[in-house]
Each structure stands twice: as C-alpha cells, then as structure tokens.
C-alpha cells in the first residue's frame, strides 16, 4: 500500500547507511518547516538522533492495536515490510502511520501503566535528551542568531517611539480640554470664536488672523468635555483625567531619561569613576530588557501589572530582598522588613487606583473622540496605543524569561537565594558582553550587535542553556528505560523474542 512504502523510503532515509547520501536534502530543509512538522530541525543536528522506543516497541504496538485500528495497521504493514524490528519505531513512524498526537500520548502513557505488573509499567524516563550547558551555551550564539532579528529590533523601536507620541499626543488633548473647561467660566457658557480671539487677545496680549482662528475652532473640536453634559461630573472626570496625563508625562520622561543615563554609564564604561564592565554591560541589557519594551507598552494601565495576582508575591519577595537604601539592604533586619512591607502595601494600592483611573478615563477619551467627526484617523491610532497598552500590561516576554532562568538557577525550591540571584545577573551580562564582542568588536557588524541583543527571548536562551545530546547513543530512549522488577523484565524479554522472531 501507499502509506507503507512512503514509511519505508522514510525509514531508510533516516538509517545511518542513507545519511550521506541524503545529507544534502536534509541540509536544504527549512527550519521553519521542521518546527511546524513536528520534527527537530536539521541544521545542527544528526538526522539519525530519533526518539526510539526501544525494547518496549512490541508493547507500544499493542496498545496502538486497541487505541487506532488504522495506525496500527499501517505500521504492522511497515514494519513487516522492513528489515528492522520493533525496537527501532520511532514517534515519527507513529505520526506517519496516521497518529494523532492524542493516539501517541495515550500509547505512552498506557505503556508505562501496564497492568500485566500490577499497575508499574516500565519506569519512565521522559527527559533523556535534556541535559543542561554548564557555561550557559555562551559558546553557541552564532547558533541563535537570524536575520530576522533586525526586523524584529526595528519592530521594537518603532513600537517604543510611536506609543510614546500617541501617549502625549492623547495627554496633550486632555490638557487642551482641560484649560477649555476650567477658562470657560471667565467668557461665558460657551466657548465661541469671538470668546477665544478675546480670550488670546486679553491673556497673551496677541493679535490672531484668520488662520490662527480658524485652527483654535477645528481645535477646540477635538475635545471631549461636551461628552460629558453634567458640569459637576465634567470636572471630576477632568480633574482624574489631568492626574493621570500628568502621572503619565512624568513617567514617560522618567523612561527617556533612564535609557539616556543607562547608555551613558555604558559609553563609559561603568560609571565616571570606578569603571566596571558589569555595571557596563548590565545598563545595556537593562536598556534593551526593560526600558525600552515598556516604552513600547507605556501608559498608567502598567500599573495594573504591579498587582497582578499571578506576580504581586513575586514582587514583594524581590522587593523585601533586593531593597536598598544609600546602597545598603533594607530587608536583613525585622524592621526593614516591616518598612518594605507597608511601603509595598501603600504602593500596590496606589498603582492599583491610579491603573483603574487610567482605564476609565481612557474609554471616554476615546470614545468621544470616536464618534466625534473630522479626526477619525487619528482616533483610531490613539485606540490601538491604547489596546496596546491593554495587551503590554505585562511584558510576557519578560515573565517567561524570568521562569526559564528560575527554572534553570531557582533550583527545586522554585526560589532564588542571594547567590542564585547574583548568578543569574552574571549570566545575563556575560551574554550580553559576549555578544558585543563577537559581532561589535571582533566582526564590525554594528546593526547585529545591537539587534542580536535588543532581540535575545527565551528561545534563544533555551537553546543555549539546554546541551545537544545524542539520544539514540546508547539504551537512552525517550520514554521507557529498563526497569528493575521482574514484571516489567519479563515484558522486556517479550519484546526482544518477538523482535528476533521476526528477523529470523
């Protein structure tokens, strides 16, 4: 049949008598492809390291058997059509042979639950290919490096720069309604023409032509303050509207001025005295970790991710531990800890008000501005800065960053310790510094250094920190490994009888 003689051409294609002469096919497939087939990509790998299942294949059959009448069909066809036995099926052949991924997972795990040895199937050994870099896989960046990471990188600036100017773009109308709403009283109920070249000519002593008044009127129908008819509620919400935009403004100068000095300290070095190639390279990735994606996010809104339940008692552990004041921990002593705790309490309240503020004031900005004629387009940007900012509330990038390195030095507790801590941030700059000197300094490649670093996510960490093992060497199987009771032996020894059955 079609299905058998495709799983033979495969099968032979991935034997080590075919791996020369196939060597060039698999160099010229995609990476891309591989990852959406399922199957591990070739570029720097061996094509034969596939996951077998070694001794236990005759049992992964009759589990097939009852779970996939048509899986197992097929591949009982393929495999009496084969030279090899049992022991060499592999999850790909399963996958080939019409498996669905649940059919796999329920054969899996049916077969480490075998009943015939009282409820203990063979012991599971789930994870041998894994196996972790003990320097980091500092020495395999050239590995992780794409092109598409200077697309990626300009991506990352132009979020930054164009959320901040719709950030002060949308403030800068709350500001302009705001001295609308709080002059009106001194021209009368309305604000016509005539109210504002009088009011310009009385206060900034200016004469207006018609120009000037007729872009004060197409100005002055941008605002939002008649979205509100009630005069009282238009102050509160004014008033709320002013607080935020300003709290905004500052935190948005706040950032600027935090990525200036960080590329500063960097340009020097350190720092302009003591000079320290940690504190160097720990600025820059600050800079390119932190200041820059919250720019891209940037609004009060943010402040709703200081009391995310599923992150406020990480923040306060990383607050009671990594406090300091003058340069010295607050957090040793009881009443450090007592201090660090209201002061965390008060601030987790106050950026959860302020967040909700934000919120509300925002859908009436932009609501109004919306359904108000003449400046639709510019509407529509300012409500995607804000669904951006929505969606940014928490850099997920960041977060899975932070648990894979948790993962990697937390250790079992699933905590840092100090000297966990201080290992970490070692890691992450000599990562940074062997970046720069590999394509800055050594190379000359500017524009990959700096994206090769504004890019580096978690899967490029996880491809360095996690070694390449050979899994087929050996008796490693992905998911079975001898077992010690003698009813799990015995199943053993049926699947070896079989296997030389067949061959012979």
């Not at 009436?364 to 940014?392: D, Y």
Request: overall charge neutral.
């Amino acid at each position: 049949s079609p299905a058998p003689a495709a799983m033979q051409r495969l099968w032979e294609s991935n034997s080590p008598n075919a791996a020369e002469s196939n060597a060039a096919f698999r160099h010229r497939r995609p990476a891309m492809m591989s990852k959406i087939m399922g199957r591990q990509a070739s570029h720097d790998l061996e094509d034969n390291n596939v996951f077998s299942f070694g001794v236990h294949g005759n049992e992964i059959m009759n589990r097939l058997s009852v779970i996939s009448k048509s899986g197992y069909t097929a591949l009982r066809q393929f495999v009496d059509s084969t030279p090899r036995g049992l022991e060499s099926i592999t999850i790909d052949d399963l996958v080939d042979a019409g498996c669905s991924i649940e059919d796999i997972s329920r054969v899996i795990f049916e077969t480490t639950e075998s009943g015939e040895d009282g409820g203990h199937g063979p012991m599971p050994n789930f994870l041998p290919h894994v196996k972790l870099d003990q320097d980091g896989g500092i020495d395999r960046l050239d590995y992780v490096w794409s092109p598409w990471k200077y697309l990626w990188c300009f991506v990352l600036f132009a979020q930054a720069a164009l959320n901040t100017g719709l950030l002060i773009s949308l403030n800068w109308s709350v500001f302009r309604a705001s001295w609308l709403l709080y002059v009106q009283p001194l021209v009368g109920k309305s604000i016509q023409l005539s109210d504002m070249t009088r009011l310009f000519w009385d206060v900034f002593n200016l004469t207006l032509g018609d120009g000037d008044q007729a872009a004060i009127l197409k100005a002055s129908g941008q605002d939002f303050i008649e979205a509100i008819p009630d005069h009282d509620a238009r102050l509160r919400a004014m008033t709320v509207a002013i607080f935020v935009g300003s709290c905004e403004l500052v935190g948005v100068t706040w950032l600027l001025g935090e990525a200036l000095a960080r590329v500063i300290t960097f340009v020097l070095g350190g720092g302009i005295r003591a000079k320290s190639d940690y504190a160097a390279f720990s600025a820059i990735d600050s800079l390119f970790k932190d200041t820059i994606p919250v720019l891209g996010t940037f609004s009060a809104l943010k402040l709703a991710a200081k009391v995310h339940p599923s992150l406020i008692w990480k923040d306060y552990i990383t607050a009671a531990r990594e406090t300091t004041f003058c340069r010295r921990r607050i957090g040793i002593t009881y009443a450090g800890i007592a201090a660090v705790t209201v002061w965390f309490v008060l601030s987790r309240l106050a950026f959860f008000v302020l967040a909700l503020a934000a919120f509300c004031v925002r859908c009436i900005i932009l609501g109004s501005k919306l359904v108000t004629p003449g400046h639709f387009t510019r509407s529509v940007l300012e409500a995607l800065a804000f669904l951006n900012s929505c969606v940014g509330t928490v850099l997920l990038e960041r977060q899975l960053q932070e648990r894979l390195f948790l993962f990697v030095f937390g250790g079992s507790d699933a905590e840092y310790q100090d000297g966990e801590r201080a290992l970490r941030n070692a890691y992450r700059c000599r990562v940074v510094k062997q970046i720069w000197l590999d394509y800055w300094v050594s190379r000359r490649e500017r524009a990959a250094a700096i994206a090769f670093i504004a890019t580096l996510d978690h899967y490029d960490i996880q491809y360095m920190i996690i070694d390449q093992t050979d899994v087929s060497a050996g008796n490693h199987w992905l998911v079975l490994r001898h077992a010690v009771s003698s009813g799990v032996m015995d199943l053993v020894d049926k699947g070896r009888q079989a296997s030389q059955s067949r061959n012979a």
